[in-house]
T-cell receptor, first 111, second 119 residues
Framework: AQKVTQAQTEISVVEKEDVTLDCVYETRDTTYYLFWYKQPPSGELVFLIRRNSFDEQNEISGRYSWNFQKSTSSFNFTITASQVVDSAVYFCATNTDKLIFGTGTRLQVFP | EPEVTQTPSHQVTQMGQEVILRCVPISNHLYFYWYRQILGQKVEFLVSFYNNEISEKSEIFDDQFSVERPDGSNFTLKIRSTKLEDSAMYFC?????????????????FGSGTRLTVV
């Protein structure tokens, strides 16, 4: 069965620090997607990235970057030079037929 | 970018009452989902729906829950006889293809959620 583990329950950093959110997934399928979502205090789920299991290239989007390591079943998310607006809960997820979420990491960025 | 629309954004209901949460998925999407998030917890899968029938449901989705696509555009979640523990945010999502496939960048498009409070 699919499973996503986000071992970090809560992380606190000071603005401009870099921060990495860990995600480890389990799946028996060879084809799957990996996702990250941001959930700000307003409650909606904001899509950040979708990665196909065949594409192990790392991705960078502005201050965000993702490191996909199939060998360790990890899909970690790094925010460079964090800002107060990055404060939110971040969910990693994976799917085969349905999307399964991890428990989330609450990131607090202090000024 | 097309959106999934959920109404109402917030609903308060008395314990034991029936509630219907409404969703309008993206028009060319064929797969529909409901998820639940109890405050401070993870987002949990409830049910998936395709071709006018439930394709999969979780253990949470017991007999008090039902889903329907009554008119080809709306997708509803009904909770009969609500309990206090049904208080949560309910998210509707849709996808073009199964397994989150399709031309959309997002795979799954989520609505903004309905916050249900049972008192």
């Amino acid at each position: 069965a699919q499973k996503v583990t986000q071992a970090q329950t809560e992380i606190s950093v000071v603005e401009k620090e870099d921060v990495t959110l860990d995600c480890v997934y389990e799946t028996r399928d060879t084809t799957y997607y990996l996702f990250w979502y941001k959930q700000p205090p307003s409650g909606e789920l904001v899509f950040l990235i979708r990665r196909n299991s065949f594409d192990e290239q790392n991705e960078i989007s502005g201050r965000y970057s993702w490191n996909f390591q199939k060998s360790t079943s990890s899909f970690n998310f790094t925010i460079t030079a964090s800002q107060v607006v990055d404060s939110a809960v971040y969910f990693c997820a994976t799917n085969t037929d349905k999307l399964i979420f991890g428990t989330g990491t609450r990131l607090q960025v202090f000024p | 970018e097309p959106e999934v629309t959920q109404t109402p954004s917030h609903q308060v209901t008395q314990m034991g009452q029936e509630v219907i949460l409404r969703c309008v998925p993206i028009s060319n999407h064929l797969y529909f989902y409901w998820y639940r998030q109890i405050l401070g917890q993870k987002v949990e899968f409830l049910v998936s729906f395709y071709n006018n029938e439930i394709s999969e449901k979780s253990e949470i989705f017991d007999d008090q829950f039902s889903v329907e696509r009554p008119d080809g555009s709306n997708f509803t979640l009904k909770i009969r006889s609500t309990k206090l523990e049904d208080s949560a945010m309910y998210f509707c999502a849709s996808s073009e293809g199964g397994y989150g496939t399709g031309t959309s960048l997002y795979g799954y498009t989520f609505g903004s959620g309905t916050r249900l409070t049972v008192v």
